[in-house]
């Protein structure tokens, strides 16, 4: 058979753009309503709509591109639901970054010119998302695409809102939360993320008001009381100090008045059993508008402490006085070094020592975060909290790895409230409207805007913040299928299965995901959480732009084709292990996709060269016929698809692509390829049974790999002969076939591999050419040795280039030995083969360069001063050589021996 369309060499090129077009006009990933198919769904994690997809990306896109190609495969409605995300904070700082580089800020523009800068943004990069998508081989759904931002979601997201809001749910309140002086926007718990990081803990004394005298009964200090903090440009909002009732080292001081220092305005020492006694000095500053655990203590206090605030939005010192004229107006960072150079030259600094604690930073800009006083909107969580926590403890959610499970349970047992409102210009209006009246403080929350307030018929302004992001995206399973109209998508669709994505947004998604579900739907959303690793490099850094060191997958796909890139991560990504990739290096990187797509290609072109137009089907061939080789490659093909298909089962894609690897290159391409070269090129019986066994396996192998590697794979179905469907990604999963499985056939071709195998060793350990035949014997130990030796005797002296093979003679002569498993022996004849002469003056060198090389290593360890004083690593080291020497003396000398030197 002649293949003029089959290219000589691999191109993915000039393949995968138009396979892809060809699975688009085939309709292949649209999911049908109206089918008897069971569902399958995956929600994509939609893309932030912030610039193109970088590795981690590629990594979780296939990741769920595999699974869900699988599940199409084995006959289920696979639905894979695509779109993006408007990410608010992130996506408006992409935009404001390229204003600054134009000279302008946001407010330069205005509210509504600015958004329709960001809309321009995401009109361009939503659109390179989704090509990208494809790039990758992505079979998604694309008639269903959606984006957190169009209409028919925005109705969605008010919907949520309002429902919330009318059932006591949402509420807006006045407490300090995480404000980030960079987005100038508050943040959740989620997205004030903690890092840990050397500080400092400054001791600074209070002294105690003049009016009450030098000395305070019971102080153990006469000049005032000390506490310790991390942040002492902050004391100019405290409202009082105080310590545990409980401690005895300051009774008698609860009463007291203390002055803040370098201000000099007074405050009151009370008492709380919030006070952690190990903390410091033991007494505590209490500021309660910055700082949240502050806020409770003084609210707990009996009076009204009040809450000044004394830090602006931008986190600089604010024009209050009670802060000090000369720190007003600088940055926090400034103020902190200013206030410590007075408080020492007053006396006031007691003492100074170094502090290791987590800060909290913005999880978009990294700036640390600021606590603040603020009036936000937020969701009361623990109603909703209850039953996506009954649904992991039921088993109704699971999680792979299920470690993950327990950072989920345990967040959701300790959740507090929810902080949705964001002082941002680009995301979802909250749809609240604050009456203007004189004397009415009514809010209006509404799905439409109100053309005046409900309660006194006054004018009415929206609320000027946007929700958070996860507001919208936490809807994402079940407002992407229509919701809240009872459409068929939400009909047929919902609930889903599988949610593909990463550890790291298990709070800020996926918990949320599944508390939207059961409230709005009363169901989850998906039942099992497959959470990837992450991308990092050989240092073990995750990717960033700061660091120089990401990939990205576009530029992999230009060089290597997409299913180079796709069996690259998916054989070395195990649930929940990090993927290392290096960007210096990139050849080597993708070294064993490139070179399996050409293996495959390869071994491909040579098959379909060689079977013809109409090979036998399996069903159809005479099981008398069969070989020992084919009866051991169909056992071990169906050994492959039982395997792949239970790691795909088990959520294990790495075992699969690796189960598929083996098999292909490692039994079908290297041991029955080139088993039945003789066969097919004429020279012996049996070409047409290799024919159909090599067709049925080899399109066993590509149905196999399609979830992996599907664009190389649908090139070479295309090529198969025979009546089978137009397309792979149409196609059955390979069914299992127990009748095919021969445990006999499997252990007496093992024989048969391993005495190719050690004659194959034994040649490149004596240097024999490769030109050279040589004589080889084999005493037979096992009946399956003996019955592989007699089916394959052909095959043996072929594939280990041996002149004769007999079996249980006796031997003589010069040669190299070895042992078979099953306790069989292999001897090869070296004498006609090399130059025994010159071999043994080869060995004898070698020899005598590790002798000198132990008697130097065996001194230096012989030596007490250098085992003493050297790094335990050096020595370590060293021995590891005496004993790897030794082993190769052994060897040499067993070389020698069986030559007769």
Known sequence: MTLPDLATKYDPSAIERAIYDRWIEAGVFTAQVDTEREPYVIVIPPPNVTSVLHMGHGLNNTLQDVFIRYRRMTGREALWLPGTDHAGIATQNVVERALASEGRRRQDLGRERFVERVWAHVRETGGSIIDQLKALGCSCDWSRTRFTFDDAYSTAVRRVFVQLHGEGLVYRGHRVIHWCPRCLTSLSDEEAEFRERDDHLYYIRYPFAKSQGPRIEGSKDGEGAVVATTRPETMFGDVCLVYHPDDDRFAGLRGATVEIPLSGVSIPIEQSTAVEREFGTGMLKVTPAHDANDFDIAAALPGDYGTPVIMTDDARMADDPRVPKGLRGLDRDEARPRILDELKAAGLLVKVEPYRHAVRHCYRCHTVVEPRLSDQWFVKMRPLAEPALNAYRDGKLTFVPDRWGKVYEHWLTEIRDWNISRQLWWGHRIPAWYCEADGCDHITVGMEEPDACEQCGGQVRQDDDVLDTWFSSWLWPFATMGWPDQTPDLARFYPGHTLVTGPDIIFFWVARMVMAGYYFLDERPFDTVYLNGIVRDPQHRAFSKSLGNGIDPLEVVESYGADALRFTIVAGAGAGTDVIMDRTDLDATFAAGRNFANKLWNAGRLILSQVGDNPAPIDALDPSELTLADRWILSRCQRAVQEATLALERFRPNDAANVAYHFVWDELADWYL???????????????????????????????????????????????????????????????????????????????????????????????????????????????????????????????????????????????????????????????????????????????????????????????????????????????????????????????????C
């Open 674 to 900: 080139e088993q039945v070269k003789p066969r097919l090129y004429g020279s012996a019986q049996g070409g047409a049974v290799a024919q159909g066994i090599l067709v049925a396996v080899f399109e066993t192998s590509l149905r196999l790999l399609h979830p992996v590697m599907p664009f190389i794979t649908e090139e070479l179905w295309a090529h198969l002969p025979g009546e089978r469907a137009a397309l792979l990604a149409g196609a059955e999963w390979p069914r299992p076939e127990d009748e095919l499985i021969d445990e006999t056939a499997e252990s007496e071709f093992a024989l048969v591999q391993a005495i190719i195998g050690a004659v194959r060793i034994i040649r490149a350990e004596y240097r024999v050419p490769p030109s050279t035949e040589v004589r080889a014997v084999v005493t037979i130990a096992s009946d399956a040795a003996r019955r592989g030796v007699a089916a394959e005797h052909a095959t043996i002296e072929r594939l280990a280039k041996l002149s004769e093979l007999t079996v249980d003679e006796a031997t003589a002569g010069v040669g190299g030995h070895a042992v078979l498993p099953d306790g069989s022996a292999v001897f090869v004849a070296l004498g006609d083969a090399i130059d025994v002469a010159q071999e043994c003056t080869r060995l004898r060198g070698e020899m005598e360069r590790l002798e000198r090389q132990l008697v130097a290593v065996a001194a230096k360890l012989a030596n007490e001063q250098f085992v003493a004083r050297a790094p335990s690593d050096v020595v370590e080291r060293e021995r590891e050589k005496e004993s790897s020497w030794r082993e190769q003396r052994e060897t040499l000398a067993a070389k020698l021996r069986a030559l007769g």
